[in-house]
């Protein structure tokens, strides 16, 4: 349910990328689940390659950005 959620916000980015900017607070309150559920299963998500995130700050202010969630399809090998 979590990598579905994250796919559907997703669009493909400049890199040709399906990225997906979204949060662990905002997936688990679409899911009606708890972010440290959440938190747990997208751990074992990245741990086998479906989905890797990026973080980033703002240059001007130092605070964080939204989360970037890239989804790599190529991990779902027969």
Request: aromatic fraction near 6%; charge should be positive.
């Amino acid at each position: 349910m979590i990598l579905e959620d994250i796919a559907l916000d997703a669009r493909i980015d400049d890199a040709g990328r399906l990225v997906s900017e979204t949060s662990v607070r905002r997936i688990a309150a679409n899911l009606g689940r708890n972010r440290d559920t959440v938190t747990k299963h997208l751990a074992r998500l990245r741990a086998q390659g479906f989905v890797f995130s990026e973080e980033a700050r703002e240059v001007a202010s130092g605070r964080w950005e939204p989360c970037r969630y890239v989804l790599d399809p190529s991990a779902c090998k027969a």
